[in-house]
């Protein structure tokens, strides 16, 4: 444990105390704090991605329904609008997740 720790690019630095493994974490520099942030909103954006790749899914069943002639042409325009509404709201979910999160960080 204490090995991978070690090996782990994160700049900590185990003590091992027998059966203890004990790992101080400094405070965060500026420097850190803005690393970890760029982090966060690199899966934000991998979250956002995800979340449109779904639409598009849903998208393309909703099309695929109505080629079959299972839904209407109205029915399709109205199921697209409830996608986009879910995919919107989805996207200002992570943005206020992201928002939130960099005040934590930030916070001395």
């Keep these: ?10 700049g900590l630095n185990p ?14 520099s500026e420097e850190r ?7 966060a909103s690199k899966y934000t ?3 956002k991605v995800a979340v449109r790749n779904i639409r598009r899914e849903g998208m393309d069943a909703v ?6 002639g299972v839904i209407s042409e109205d029915e399709r325009k109205k199921c697209e609008d ?17 928002k939130d999160k960099e005040k934590d960080i930030k916070q001395v």
Aim: overall charge neutral.
């Design 1 to 10: 444990m204490e090995k991978a720790i070690r090996e782990s690019n994160l």
């Design 15 to 28: 003590v091992s105390d027998g059966q203890l493994i004990r790992v101080p974490i400094p405070p965060l």
């Design 33 to 39: 704090r803005l690393e970890i942030i760029k982090i």
């Design 45 to 47: 954006e991998q979250a």
């Design 63 to 68: 099309k695929k329904l109505e080629k079959d």
């Design 82 to 98: 409830e996608v986009q509404k879910l995919t919107d709201a989805s996207s200002k979910k992570l943005d206020e997740a992201l």
